[in-house]
């Protein structure tokens, strides 16, 4: 724990913690908690300002993110998690991610075809 001149700085990361089990940002957190407390999106100039105070300092998180948060967490220690049942949806893989995962395949494959030709026209090394 980091201390400060007037008071113990002890973070409350359970917006972080929320947003983890959820796989998205803080940022998108915090905007799924207005849009659960106030039934609207929120304005991009008050989510910023909004993130930026929660960035600088854990205790301006508004107390309706901070619910939120406890509840996503109470229902994963149960085990009752479903992301969507909050508007969540399962992370679609990067354009990037699948063309690497793909290179890495075919690289293997075409080790293993080698290693195995060269088994087939030479000797085994044993």
Same mark, same amino acid.
């Given at each position: 724990m980091a201390w400060s001149w007037?008071?113990?700085l002890v973070y409350?990361?359970?917006v972080l913690e929320a947003a983890q089990?959820?796989?998205?940002?803080e940022y998108d957190f915090l905007?799924?908690?207005h849009w659960r407390r106030f039934k609207r999106i929120a304005r991009r100039e008050d989510l910023d300002r909004l993130f930026g105070l929660y960035m600088r300092d854990q205790d301006?998180?508004?107390?309706? $993110? #901070?619910?939120?948060? #406890?509840?996503?967490?109470?229902?994963?220690?149960?085990?009752t998690l479903d992301p969507r049942d909050y508007g969540v949806r $399962?992370?679609?893989p990067k354009l990037d991610?699948?063309?690497r995962m793909l290179r890495d395949v075919?690289?293997?494959l075409l080790f293993m075809t080698l290693f195995a030709l060269g088994l087939w026209l030479g000797t085994p090394a044993l």
């Open positions: 007037f008071k113990p409350d990361n359970s089990l959820l796989q998205i940002s905007a799924l908690a301006c998180t508004p107390p309706w $993110a #901070r619910e939120l948060a #406890r509840e996503i967490i109470a229902r994963a220690d149960e085990g $399962a992370p679609v991610d699948l063309f075919f690289i293997i």
